[in-house]
């Protein structure tokens, strides 16, 4: 049961564009939840930009709650100690301040060494052109990497390492639906099975 709701900036969604200057900074996460999937959210730029008028048709954006626990705990590697949960265009509080107007679905869960998964959809439908775009621009300064990605138009996966953590994150376009997921760990995450096998999980949640 997720236990907060939150929604995210424009403003934060944009700059996601121009790179991730804060992933696997200590202030990332929610603790450092929050900022991983704000900071790694991509959304199209103003002459790309979906319409607003209808949510995806190819993806659930109640997904959240059907991700499996047993996924969520064998991607943390334990116990969740704090999740949340965030829908657009809404304010809320969250750890870290308030956040106001988001436009993706989203939730996380971190476990007690920083750990974190995280998982969002853009609320507006989004286009091939529009994948293809947001594809290019995704994960500027970081590095990037072979990971699978059944039936998606479009998709890329990134990996950002800092000094003290990894942000391993996969995005991808399906059907008209861009759908994103992460994994946060302490040090140099070297098996992507483990990043790939969470993201099969918010896949088969999310698709419809």
Do not use: N
Not at 52 to 71: G, L, W, Y
Not at 131 to 145: I, N, R, S, W
């Amino acid at each position: 049961m997720l236990s907060r709701s939150r929604a995210l900036p424009a403003a934060v969604l944009m700059a996601a564009l121009l790179g991730l200057s804060g992933c696997g900074d200590d202030t990332d996460e929610p603790t450092t939840t929050a900022s991983d999937s704000a900071g790694a959210t991509d959304s199209p730029t103003a002459s790309t930009s979906p319409s607003e008028t209808a949510a995806p048709s190819s993806a659930r954006t109640d997904f959240c709650a059907q991700i499996p626990k047993p996924a969520i705990r064998t991607a943390l590697y334990g116990a969740a100690i704090y999740d949340e949960a965030w829908a657009p265009g809404k304010d809320a509080d969250v750890r870290g301040g308030v956040h106001a107007e988001g436009a993706e679905f989203g939730c996380a869960w971190t476990a007690k060494d920083g750990t974190t998964v995280t998982a969002w959809l853009f609320a507006a439908p989004v286009s091939a052109d529009e994948g293809a775009t947001l594809v290019k621009k995704a994960g500027a300064g970081c590095e990037h990497k072979k990971m699978r990605a059944p039936g998606a138009d479009a998709a890329v996966t990134v990996q950002c390492i800092s000094d003290d953590d990894t942000v391993t994150r996969t995005q991808a376009l399906y059907g008209d639906a861009w759908l994103s997921c992460s994994l946060q760990t302490p040090g140099i995450l070297t098996r992507l099975d483990r990043a790939a096998d969470w993201c099969d999980a918010v896949r088969e949640a999310a698709l419809v």
